[in-house]
C-alpha cells in the first residue's frame, strides 16, 4: 500500500478544474508554502483576484509579516499614478532583532501601456520583486528571496515579472520598455 493509499500524503490538484489556489483535497484550506516555511495568505489571493476580474485596484504591494512567517497585503490601492506607487516601494522599511534598513517587497502592478503604431491599448500584470541592493537587512532580503516564487505561483495570471534592485530598474520608463517588447 502506498503512502497516498494510506492517507499520509496530501497533495495539491493543479488540474484545469481545480484552480483555487486556497483549497486542496476535498476541498479543504491548505496553506501556499515557500521554501523558508513562509505561507501566502488568503488575502493575497483574493486582492489579487480582485486586481485582475474586477479592474479596480491598480495595485497591490505585498510585504512578509513582522514575524516573518506570512506573506500579506501591506496595500491595495485604486491610485494610478505610478511615481506615488514607486515612492512606496522604495520607501519601505523592514526590521530584524532591533535593526531597520530599506524592505524589500512585492508587488503586483496593472500596466496599462499603447502600443507602436497606434495598435491599441494593452494591459499586463506585472509582478515586481523589489530587494534593495545597499541599505537591507541580510534576514528580511534572503528570507524575501527564498519566498517569492510561492507568491508568484499563489497568482495565476500573471504577464510579466521585474526584478528590481536599484532605483533605475523601477523606473516606469525601464518597465515599459521590457514589457512591451515582450522581454519580461
Known sequence: ??????????????????RDPT??????PIAIMSKSGVTVTPECIEKFNELKLGKSIKYIIYKLSDDYKEIVVEEASTDGEWENFQSKIMNAKASYKGKEGKGPRYAVYDFQYELDGGEGTRNKIVFISWSPDEGTLVFPRMTYASSKEALKNALNGLG?????????EIEYS?????ISKGKR
Open 23 to 28: 483549497s486542496g483535497f476535498l476541498g479543504l
Open 1 to 18: 500500500m502506498t503512502a497516498a493509499e494510506k492517507g499520509l500524503v496530501r497533495y495539491k490538484d493543479y488540474s484545469p478544474t481545480n
Open 174 to 178: 525601464t518597465i515599459l520598455k521590457d
Open 160 to 168: 510579466a515579472e521585474v526584478q528590481a534592485n536599484n532605483e533605475d
